[in-house]
């Protein structure tokens, strides 16, 4: 019977990691459904980016109050999980506070900074939770945040709130435990943060201080396991994703356009001129972007690494005018096509038959015509995401193979296919007004 909670906890353990690696494996094929590009070169720069951006969080400090509640949140994570360490190898071994006879007086000052940590957590919890909801900060109340994006904000922040709870309710009672019960419950010295919750505590018999401890452990650790899962569905995803996003990062200078290689290579074709490739593919593919397996895995990769936080559409031209156009929306609409999409492919659909597409479903050509590629989204983002290529591919899909673009811009290709420049003009005539200026009777 002795066993019984080891036996309880290997099974939750093994449930959650089960359901999580499953998860793992479902995003990773979904990003995978992108075209191949290479962003394997300039590893230095790559490395340097990763822990200026996402380690450091640089970009994040542009905006300094919601960068300094947030670091806390960051910290926290990074740093209290050092302690689920702990509660994971104490639910396997059936050992109560294992480091604790270990690292002596040490681990009384370890777990003062955890609950430090854990106070800085709930506080910027609060604080966020008062922006979202009461002061209602514009980027949150945008139309795409309503519903589950709104909810899955909140949510997040309640369940680190009350995880953070747990830990000081567990430390609480812990410090009053080991007064009456020095075994197994372990002297931790004096745990400034949970004392101020002893009085709440005081009195309660011995058996009631165990339960309370035990549950509080029992709902931390399960709590932590499932939130786990939870982030793989969430925006909080980007927990993790920031690291391998930025890594990965556009390195090129802002509002450098690549060429387009089907295009660049038919062109070659047409002029004689030998192309790189070796042979001419068999099948032309698609110019530009109809659907998520169009865009690269990279494309796919920033839509799980977007935190939803709107500073992208904050900085919006387009959107502070009032147009359509939403950058966190085209991020949110590429996540959520690939997960609808994965899960047809998941459930034995054949690849290009569940009828429906990013642009038209999900996007429409209003949002992308009104972007002005100014490349400020890409700028404010804070995990190095590029909601502009996203937009140009689907532009290039609509002008290329769907001729829709507006009549104006049409008629401003055509221009550049023929005159060389966007405007009606022959490339003869471009000088006409220098030459006319030059006949113009001088006042002097
Ligand atoms: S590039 Fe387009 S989407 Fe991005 S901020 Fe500028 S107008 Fe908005
Ligand atoms: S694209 Fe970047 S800036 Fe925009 S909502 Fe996502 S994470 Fe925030």
Known sequence: MTYLPQIAFLAILAVAGFMLFGRIRQIRKNILLGRSIDRSDRKSERWKTMLLVAFGQRKMFKRFIPAFFHFFIYAGFLIINLEVLEFVLDGILGTHRLFAPLLGSIYGVAINFFEFLALAVLVACVVFLIRRNILRVPRFTKPEMKGWPALDGNLILVIESILMLAILTMNATDQLLQEQMPE??????????????IPLFDGMSTGTLVVVERFAW???????????IYVTYSKHLHIFMAFPNTWYSNLNAKGKF???ETVTNEVKMMLGIQSDQAAPPAEVGRFGAKDVVDLSWKNLMDAYACTECGRCTSECPANITGKKLSPRKIMMDTRDRVEEYGSFLAKGGEPGTDGKSLLGDHISKEEINACTTCNACTEACPVNIDPLNIIVQMRQYVAMEESGSPASWNTMFSNIENNFAPWKFPPSDRFKWADELKQEPSND
């Open 184 to 197: 197994p419950y372990h002297q931790t010295g004096n745990l400034y943060i949970s004392s101020v919750l």
């Open 218 to 228: 029992w709902f931390h650790i399960i709590g932590i396991l499932a939130f786990a």
């Open 258 to 260: 690549e060429n387009m």
